[in-house]
């Protein structure tokens, strides 16, 4: 609260002299090959097409940001505004300590002992009213913004994973949507946006509290000197706002970057036994150790800028200083404004720029925030009180004795683990000033100490402690290591001389006037000490809305759609012309007017050469993408125009690698079907079907058994079973097996073969086959070359007709 005071208690003190001297004389501030080429379908709009993600008509504002979030907030608007007004009180609580401060200059020059002894009754109530006040104000704003920080966080976590899941296949195809980037952002972009909450709405409200309430003070009290000052605000916003362009179009850089390394990270520690075994584990290192020196490179950049921001601000402090010592001087020379004011209302305005910064989130980092600082000045007043009127003090030498007591055992204090951050962050401070007002009189007392020496010594030992000290890095976190104080106190001065000079203004209203300006000029810097970090909070804000602004061209959470009755649904396939390319080679066409027949209860085998197209016309019926050019139906409707939650739950999908969740093997098969609660009895017979209930009764814990992330702790085999009777649980009219036996051992192929068997009896069934021996039974193989069949029949049929798939089974017999 009394932190301004070490900075000019020295020419605040021969102000107070000369004015009692002057009224003595006038008495008298999951696919494959084909899904891995691709970033994103054919089917998709074209290049021409504006992306929904970057469209101008889905970019919003920073202020349309800002909104969004309060309104994402809405449950916690009543705490986000108790919040407020606690900000509001804690930075009306700094003018009012400003305040204070200058009126203890007017109390110790009190003429008679009677009267000092009532100036600083009043002063030690004052600071213990401002102490309660204190105390509640910070506990509200901490608490409540608190509260509905963390809300918000889980809310955006909760949209963003929403949004994620929301997107079509092709989003996921794209480099920039792979799992180590999605999964950065799940972690650090819903965390970012609560900074837009708690430090951009919650620091900025306390920073104007003290800046509304410091520059009515300083106005009200001497309008001229605070004018003066108020030059240096606009110099002050403009360097915030290039130290808040650079430092977020950094963080937006550097996030890519780590969004990238994030993702490498993560492929090399889940495929370590890869890694592993091909000796690889100082590449994959210097990999992500030299995409590490990218952000590094962009940081130096943007601290060199930063750096030659904050000079200039730095010098602007002490050309504001000789400001204000000529301006102040001569409005008090003027007599046009009272030497208490000057001190008030520069006191008040310096702390505007600097004390309302928040404590980076970390209650009580700041002690200025601490009711107990007000308590203990209080006490000092109490105590200082007594012994001046008993004379056993000079009043100039407790005043500067205390404040340098102060800094010696307060600046040099490491809050938080953060060495010498700022001394003043700390609540010891004020408890040791109520100490040094007792023993510093005792000493003065008995004439034991000079003053002077006093003042000299622990002032360089309070430089030596605190102010050589780094901001750790981050402009503008401790406001005294903002230039704009300095430079505005020189300019108090000077002016405040020249006013007292012509008799334009009163002593006591320049130290009234000079706190509480040079409190609230650097307060507007305190508002925008925080921009970089509300500009990161708002940039992350803004995607995750972009995100989930984003419709995709197949939106699982749509409605719409016609859902005919299953029990109509003769599960007759149809390809039609169908044509499809990707975008990652829109040169190459995967599909090149596929035409193809499924009827119902049949079983078509789809085989050919590696990228002929297999696996791609298997998604166009899963519908994970749609034909550049053509359609495909199900009996007669086109998959477009059905419901697509409707016409997943009509298909149970068996692929190569089945991926099954860290869950019990009976959730792991329930998980085929969310549409109803599964009873155990349909798991089990789904488990009989798949030729695994045996199996898992032989494990201690049965079907309660764990298996493991991405069914780890079962074989190949064991998982492909489970994954067949998760796919038959919900009962499909078509079947999809993706080389759902190519990956195993000749046993477990002959029991998953088995299962599949039984699996597709009554079913339309689509199934890719990499070894020919499995689908000799099909009804129907077709053989796809360059995007469409090339032959097409039985099995016997084609083998006779010795064409490509006669030649594919004879390589394949002889490996």
Known sequence: MIYLIPSYVDSGLQLVRNSTTLDKESAHSGFHSDR???????????????????????????????????????????????????????????????????????????????????????????????????????????????LSGEALTKNVRSILFQAMVRQDIAWFDDAENETGKLTARLSLEASAVQGALKTSLGYST?????????????????????????????????????????????????????????????????????????????????????????PYKKHLRSSFVSCLVFGLTTGLHYISFAVAFWYGARLLRDDRIKMENIFRSTNVCRGLLVRGSPPQGRPYQDGEHLPVGSQTFAVAF????????????????????TNVCRGLLVRGSPP???????????????????????????????????????????????????????????????????????????????????????????????????????????????????????????????????????????????????????????????????????????????????????????????????????????????????????????????????????????????????ILFDQSIAENIAYGDNSRTVSMDEIIQAAKSANIHNFIQSLPMGYETNVGSKGTQLSGGQKQRVAIARALIRNPKVLL??????????ESEKIVQEALDKARAGRTCITIAHRLTTIKDADKIAVFKNGVVHEIGTHDTLMAKQGLYFKLQKAQNKT
């Open 36 to 146: 891995r080429r691709s970033s994103q379908p054919g089917g998709r709009a074209s290049s021409a097409d504006p992306d929904p993600l970057t469209s101008p008509a889905i970019t919003r504002t920073t202020g349309q940001t800002l909104m969004r979030i309060l309104r994402l907030n809405k449950p916690e608007w009543p705490q986000i505004v108790v919040g407020c007004a606690g900000a509001l009180c804690n930075g009306a609580v700094q003018t009012a300590a400003m305040l204070i401060v200058a009126e203890s200059l007017k109390a110790f020059a009190a003429d008679t002992p009677s009267q000092q002894k009532h100036e600083f009754a009043k002063l030690t109530y004052y600071s213990i009213a401002l102490g309660v006040v204190a105390a509640v104000a910070f506990v509200l704003q901490e608490y409540m913004f608190g």
């Open 206 to 294: 306390l920073a104007c509290g003290t800046v509304i309430s410091s520059f009515v003070v300083a106005f009200v009290l001497g309008w001229r000197l605070a004018l003066m000052l108020v030059c240096f605000v606009p110099l002050t916003f403009i360097s915030g706002l290039m130290s808040m362009k650079v430092y977020s179009g950094a963080f937006t850089e550097a996030k890519a970057v780590m969004e990238d390394v994030s993702r490498d990270a993560m492929e090399s520690v889940g495929s370590i036994r890869t890694v592993a075994s091909l000796t690889k584990e100082m590449a994959v290192y210097k990999q992500v150790e030299t995409k590490l020196w990218t």
């Open 382 to 401: 109490w105590y200082g009180a007594r012994l001046l009127r008993d004379d056993r003090i000079k009043m100039e030498n407790i005043f500067r004795f």
């Open 416 to 658: 938080q683990g953060r060495p010498y951050q700022d001394g003043e962050h700390l609540p010891v401070g004020s408890q040791t000033f109520a100490v040094a007002f007792w023993y510093g009189a005792r000493l003065l007392r008995d004439d034991r100490i000079k003053m002077e020496n006093i003042f000299r010594f622990t002032n360089v030992c309070r430089g030596l402690l605190v102010r050589g000290s780094p901001p750790q890095g981050r402009p503008y976190q401790d406001g005294e290591h903002l230039p704009v104080g300095s430079q505005t106190f020189a300019v108090a001065f000077w002016y405040g001389a020249r006013l007292l000079r012509d008799d334009r203004i009163k002593m006591e209203n320049i130290f009234r006037v000079l706190g509480p300006m040079i409190l609230g000029i650097q307060q507007v810097s305190r508002i925008l000490a925080f921009a970089p970090d509300a500009g990161k909070s708002l940039k992350s804000a803004a995607r995750v809305f972009e995100l989930q602004d984003r419709l995709p061209a197949i939106d699982a959470y749509s409605s719409k759609g016609d859902k005919p009755s299953p029990d109509t649904l003769t599960a007759r396939i149809k390809f039609s012309n169908l044509h499809y390319r990707y975008a990652a080679r829109p040169d190459v066409k995967i599909l090149n007017g596929l035409d193809l027949r499924v009827e119902p209860g049949q079983t078509l085998a789809l085989v050919g050469e590696s990228g002929c197209g297999k696996s791609t016309t298997v998604q166009l019926v899963e519908r994970f993408y749609d034909p550049e050019l053509g359609s495909v139906y199900l009996d007669k409707y086109n998959l477009k125009d059905l419901n697509l939650t409707w016409l997943r739950a009509q298909i149970g999908l068996v692929s190569q690698e089945p």
């Open 737 to 746: 097996l993706d080389e759902a036996t190519s990956a195993l051992d000749a």
